[in-house]
């Protein structure tokens, strides 16, 4: 442990009406380390992030990042977090850059370091050029790209990313990736959701395995393959076995008849 | 035109619609739900409507008056219904409807423009049926006093026409400016954003305009006396029927329904027609000129404004002259003002010599138009953040900066606006210093307690959802502000009217109220809007 952790959260539960979207979930995410979300669709992971950052009340259980609780101090919290959507929600009618601007202004960046941080993610990410171009003209990944960079300009000292590869191209996957493990060395700590297991094994330094809402298996890519029995194995086939989908062909033969 | 695919089209506008989201994530429930619920809702305010006019107003009335007002309604209704199913649905409904959804599905499903243009007509009429329905049932009660039912029926069918009439001619607006504003695609410059919005603007007027027949009638009266012109302005064909139904005239009644009808088929030809020409649009990217990255506080700084509420003001007016949605917005006071323009002769208006009275009219439609803008643009300042509301959620910025922010957007747009309105009602009247300080007075209170009053409405009932929108608001929402904006001007300016109507009190002591009274209504307002707010942060994202 790297000390006190950056993230907790304690017994949290959350439905929503009939459905339980999250439920009693324990989860400890020390400071630098890249934690990983991971379940099929509807296990959770995008209400146990909005919990996280405040955006959704807990029904009950207990969360403090950084030892702050975003239900009570939300500004303190929102303040060092940066977080991007699952679908990146911007304003089409902006340019690139004026989106940026806006977003750093919002976060209160400082004016002085303002232009040349913006700049140097336009370049990292492959969009300079394109920046005075407006958004409602830009790809997914595009946009997926400028949300990355607008989560990252405050310099947040926890990042949560929901599906933050989906739509990227192999180079920018490869910049978010080693971004990410560049900033975990400096001790910001990222908490994100994937369906890419390659990604998962490659850069979390843990991860948590929901299921239905519920925490079904935690521990790095290694020790989860050891616990289910199958360490030559890759982490598709143990997620796929914690999550009681391992045998697909049932399925497959239904469809093809 | 396959008559089955327009009707499924227009079932699944009409669902679109009705099962809009509202405010905070909730949806209809029940009947509100259903589509149906609408022309319930419409049934019962015709019988409300004629009830009302049959038992209580139309009784009070002498017969001579009875039949004038019974037939001259009737004959007005068919070309009234017309305009007002334009212009209600542009500042409802446009693009929220057929537009909105087709944008998505359309394009890759086998149906023709003429599918698509009757469908997205017919949800118009779905939209219009509750205000028509009332129009309607006043005017059976008046008929069923005098026993004119056969007048009544004719103008009924006529009105009914009329509303598809006015839903056609929407259909061309909406066509005409996708063509407009994509032939902006890839354009560079600020300017060639601004001119896209001019155009869009101009094509919203322009088109309403030639559905209006009160502007029609002074257009075409310029050319020829009033009485040759009512004859060759074609949307008051309808109501030219009637008139020769009432006068027993079977040979003019004849004629002008044929050319009713013929209007009617040129204009659903020209809405295919423009359709078919340009489908629907791709969303217009344009590419501005370099931005500088802000790297001072600027003017909204040295005004008190933190960064956060900075950029969000300017983001704001850069939304105002970018978005397609906004032209509807601009271009509704854009028309307020031009009817009152093209309904005032300039001799009149321009010489010194007319007395301030007969210049009021002019004067009050144009501040009922710049009011009209405050209201619309406060309305939806909330709303217009659409699913990116999320990025404020997550942003570290109180409710309270949000509201600042977009209350002063909301002046600074206005501003202008009253500045030029000052300065017309100066020139124009040559009143003195205390009459133009005291309207300058007034103007600014009301701008600024309307605009309070529309923000809170409007925070209230935001509809975030995706696609392109006019109103930002969910439908209860625009009435609700509508019934405000009434009530606001009202009370704001009662302690006025005392004075200059009843010379119940002196000026200075009912200038001293109006302005009391609009600062308590912006003290509520604010309260309310905060505590609305505060809510819409707690909802689920």
């Given amino acids: 442990m790297r000390g006190e952790p950056a993230v907790s959260l304690k017994g949290v539960s959350r439905r929503f009406g009939e459905i339980r979207a999250v439920m009693n979930l324990d989860i400890d995410i020390e400071r630098g380390a890249i934690h990983g979300l991971l379940g099929p669709n509807g296990s959770g992971k995008s209400t146990a992030m909005k919990m996280v950052l405040g955006l959704l009340r807990p029904d009950s259980g207990k969360i403090s990042v950084y030892g702050i609780d975003p239900q009570t101090d939300p500004l303190a919290a929102k303040r060092i977090i940066g977080y991007v959507p699952e679908s990146p929600r911007l304003y089409e009618y902006l340019t690139g850059l004026e989106y940026l601007d806006f977003i750093a202004d919002v976060y209160g960046v400082d004016l002085a370091v303002k232009e040349e941080r913006i700049y140097e993610f336009l370049e990292a990410f492959g969009l300079e050029g394109r920046e005075n171009k407006m958004i409602n003209g830009y790809s997914h990944g595009m946009k997926q790209k400028v949300a990355l960079i607008g989560a990252m300009l405050h310099r947040p000292r926890l990042l949560i990313l929901d599906e933050p590869l989906g739509g990227l191209d192999p180079k920018s996957a490869r910049i978010v990736k080693d971004l990410l493990q560049r900033l975990s060395g400096e001790g910001v700590t990222t908490l994100f959701s994937t369906h890419i297991m390659?990604?998962?094994?490659?850069?979390?330094?843990?991860?948590?395995?929901?299921?239905?809402?519920?925490?079904?298996?935690?521990?790095?890519?290694?020790?989860?393959?050891?616990?289910?029995?199958?360490?030559?194995?890759?982490?598709?086939?143990?997620f796929l076995m914690l999550t009681g989908a391992n045998d697909v062909s049932d399925i497959v033969d239904a469809l093809m008849e | 035109m396959n008559l089955r695919n327009a009707l499924r089209l227009a079932g699944v506008f009409c669902l679109s619609a009705a099962r809009e989201r509202r405010a905070r994530g909730g949806r209809p429930t029940g009947l509100a739900r259903r589509p149906v619920a609408n022309i319930y809702y419409s049934l019962a305010l015709f019988a409300l409507a004629s009830g009302f006019v049959y038992f209580s107003l139309g009784k009070s009335l002498e017969g001579a008056v009875l039949n004038l007002l019974a037939s001259q309604l009737a004959v007005f209704l068919p070309a009234f219904t017309m305009f007002m199913s334009m212009i209600y649905s542009l500042m409802t409904e446009f693009s929220q409807s057929g537009e909105a959804v087709s944008t998505d599905i359309v394009n890759w499903l086998p149906i023709k423009a003429g599918d698509f243009v009757l469908?997205?007509?017919?949800?118009?009429?779905?939209?219009?049926?509750?205000?028509?329905?009332?129009?309607?049932?006043?005017?059976?009660?008046?008929?069923?006093?005098?026993?004119?039912?056969?007048?009544?029926?004719?103008?009924?069918?006529?009105?009914v026409y009329g509303c598809l009439l006015g839903a056609l001619a929407l259909e061309i607006v909406r066509a005409t400016m996708s063509r407009a504003s994509g032939a902006f695609q890839g354009m560079r410059g600020q300017r060639a954003v601004i001119l896209r919005m001019v155009l869009s603007v101009a094509v919203i007027v322009v088109v309403s305009m030639m559905f209006n027949f009160s502007v029609m009638m002074r257009v075409v009266g310029w050319f020829s006396s009033s009485v040759v012109a009512i004859r060759f302005v074609a949307v008051l064909w309808p109501s030219m029927v009637v008139l020769e139904h009432i006068s027993g005239n079977l040979a003019g009644e004849l004629v002008y329904s044929a050319l009713s009808a013929a209007l009617l088929a040129a204009v659903y030809y020209a809405s295919v027609g423009i359709r078919e020409?340009?489908?629907?649009?791709?969303?217009?990217?344009?590419?501005?000129?370099?931005?500088?990255?802000?790297?001072?506080?600027?003017?909204?700084?040295?005004?008190?404004?933190d960064s956060g509420e900075a950029a969000l003001i300017r983001k704001d007016l850069k939304s105002l002259v970018r978005r397609r949605e906004m032209a509807t917005i601009l271009a509704i006071p854009v028309m307020i003002v031009l009817m009152g323009v093209l309904s005032t002769p300039p001799e009149m208006l321009f010489d010194p010599s007319t007395p301030i009275e007969a210049k009021g009219p002019f004067l009050a439609q144009c501040a009922m138009g710049i009011l009209m803008l405050i209201y619309q643009v406060a309305l939806g300042a909330l709303?217009?953040?659409?699913?990116?509301?999320?990025?404020?959620?997550?942003?570290?910025?109180?409710?309270?900066?949000?509201?600042?922010?977009?209350?002063?957007?909301?002046?600074?747009?206005?501003?202008?606006?009253?500045?030029?309105?000052?300065?017309?009602?100066?020139?124009?009247?040559?009143?003195?210093?205390?009459?133009?300080?005291?309207?300058?007075?007034?103007?600014?209170?009301?701008?600024?307690?309307?605009?309070?009053?529309?923000?809170?409405?409007?925070?209230?009932?935001?509809?975030?959802?995706?696609?392109?929108?006019?109103?930002?608001?969910?439908?209860?929402?625009?009435?609700?502000?509508?019934?405000?904006?009434?009530?606001?001007?009202?009370?704001?300016?009662?302690?006025l009217a005392l004075h200059y109507i009843g010379g119940l009190m002196g000026l200075p002591v009912s200038l001293a109220l109006t302005e009391a009274v609009s600062l308590a209504i912006v003290v509520v307002s604010f309260r309310a809007a905060r505590r609305q707010l505060e809510k819409l942060y707690e909802r689920e994202y």
């Fill in chain 2, 383 to 495: 709303g217009q953040e659409g699913e990116a509301f999320v990025n404020l959620v997550a942003a570290p910025m109180e409710a309270g900066q949000l509201l600042r922010a977009k209350a002063a957007g909301v002046v600074i747009i206005s501003l202008p606006a009253l500045v030029l309105y000052f300065a017309l009602f100066s020139y124009l009247t040559s009143a003195d210093a205390t009459t133009v300080g005291v309207v300058a007075a007034v103007g600014l209170t009301l701008a600024v307690a309307i605009s309070a009053v529309e923000l809170a409405v409007g925070t209230k009932y935001a509809t975030f959802t995706s696609g392109r929108r006019t109103r930002f608001v969910a439908y209860q929402g625009y009435l609700m502000g509508v019934f405000l904006w009434i009530v606001t001007v009202g009370l704001a300016v009662a302690p």
């Fill in chain 2, 119 to 159: 469908g997205s007509a017919l949800t118009t009429i779905y939209f219009v049926s509750p205000m028509a329905s009332i129009l309607l049932g006043a005017v059976l009660g008046l008929s069923l006093l005098n026993g004119s039912l056969d007048s009544w029926a004719l103008s009924s069918t006529l009105s």
């Fill in chain 1, 198 to 238: 390659e990604i998962a094994d490659a850069l979390c330094d843990r991860i948590s395995v929901l299921y239905l809402g519920e925490k079904i298996g935690e521990g790095s890519p290694a020790e989860l393959r050891e616990r289910a029995g199958r360490p030559g194995s890759t982490l598709e086939e143990v």
């Fill in chain 2, 277 to 305: 020409r340009y489908w629907v649009p791709a969303p217009v990217s344009l590419r501005l000129q370099p931005v500088r990255i802000s790297r001072s506080r600027g003017i909204l700084g040295s005004l008190g404004f």
